[in-house]
């Protein structure tokens, strides 16, 4: 995705959007809204409503505002003057990854790398496992050896290894995006441990114990959602000739991948903070804590349906 446009920042023209407090998100029900203060009062008006109600269609404006739009589905608020998105503006994320991210990248290709000079190529997910792995002086020697394996299997001269080391790290870059992602998934997975610890702490309690088991199964929906996207993805970039012969195909689908993943996980920004730390203990914090996990769910995923 590009944006044609030359200003990097979303400035209105029509003076409702310099209203106070003036800001765009999405509804209760998924549709983007301005929402606006009048009084004391939060008020939210359906962005297409307010395109209608205002003749903004075709507009400078309603340019901007079909860019709201596309912008809400990387960030939770857009305020008038804020920048646009980068994922809109070049295809980068508007959200930065530790360094510890990008090294589990670096280091999962490098695997790779490794994997396809012994015959059979590994794919490996877990960060710490990765990074005990690819420090063993027995895989940097094995690609030492067989860099010039590479060399001709990507059609390089023998004098170009640099170029390999370039095209690693500019996959890297982005994937370390899906990396962080998968740590931030789960997260999500880790709630089962909560929910299982909560059951023996209410098993005595029949209503709060049966809540907890709608939750359990509830839950069991987005985990094996998450789980069947990074197998994808992991399928999608198990060979790393494949991506270092050509390396931008490859990193529009890591990028479009990352997006739904980002998405759907900014859903549970609220939720996962008090349950990373919530003691599992009789509490009415702790009842606070399995309602609203229990109405999240129901709202996203009592029905079924796609991400």
Not at 36 to 54: M, N, W
Not at 234 to 259: C, K, Q
Request: include cysteine.
């Amino acid at each position: 995705m590009s944006y044609p446009g030359t200003s990097t920042l979303f400035e209105f023209d029509h003076q409702a959007f310099r209203a106070p407090d003036a800001r765009f998100l999405l509804g209760s029900d998924g549709q983007p809204c301005l929402a606006l203060k009048l009084g004391t009062l939060d008020a939210q008006v359906p962005l297409i409503s307010f395109v209608k109600e205002f003749n903004l269609a075709g507009t400078p404006d309603g340019v901007l505002l079909e860019l709201v739009v596309s912008g809400l589905k990387f960030v939770k608020v857009i305020r008038p003057g804020d920048s646009i998105p980068r994922e809109i503006l070049d295809g980068t994320a508007s959200w930065s990854v530790s360094e510890d991210h990008l090294e589990a990248a670096r280091g999962r290709l490098t695997l790779q790398l490794y994997g396809f000079l012994g015959g059979q190529e590994r794919v490996l997910t877990d960060a710490t496992e990765i990074m005990q792995v690819v420090d063993d002086p027995g895989v940097k020697s094995r690609i030492r050896n067989g860099i010039g394996t590479i060399l001709d299997r990507l059609g390089l001269d023998a004098g170009q290894s640099d170029e390999i080391d370039r095209r690693l790290d500019k996959f890297a870059r982005d994937f370390a995006y899906i990396v962080a992602l998968r740590e931030r998934a789960g997260a999500i997975t880790k709630l089962m441990e909560k929910v299982a610890a909560l059951r023996r702490v209410y098993r005595r309690d029949r209503t709060v114990d049966e809540e907890l088991i709608r939750v359990n199964n509830l839950l069991q929906k987005p985990i094996n959602r998450f789980d069947k996207f990074f197998k994808e993805i992991d399928a999608h970039t198990g060979e790393v000739l494949g991506i270092l012969a050509n390396v931008e195909p490859h990193l529009t689908y890591v990028r479009e991948s990352r997006d739904t993943l980002h998405l759907q996980l900014m859903k549970w920004d609220d939720l996962l903070p008090i349950w990373e730390t919530l003691v599992p203990d009789i509490s009415s914090g702790a009842e606070g804590a399995i309602r609203k996990l229990y109405q999240f769910l129901a709202q996203n995923f009592l029905a079924e349906s796609s991400w």
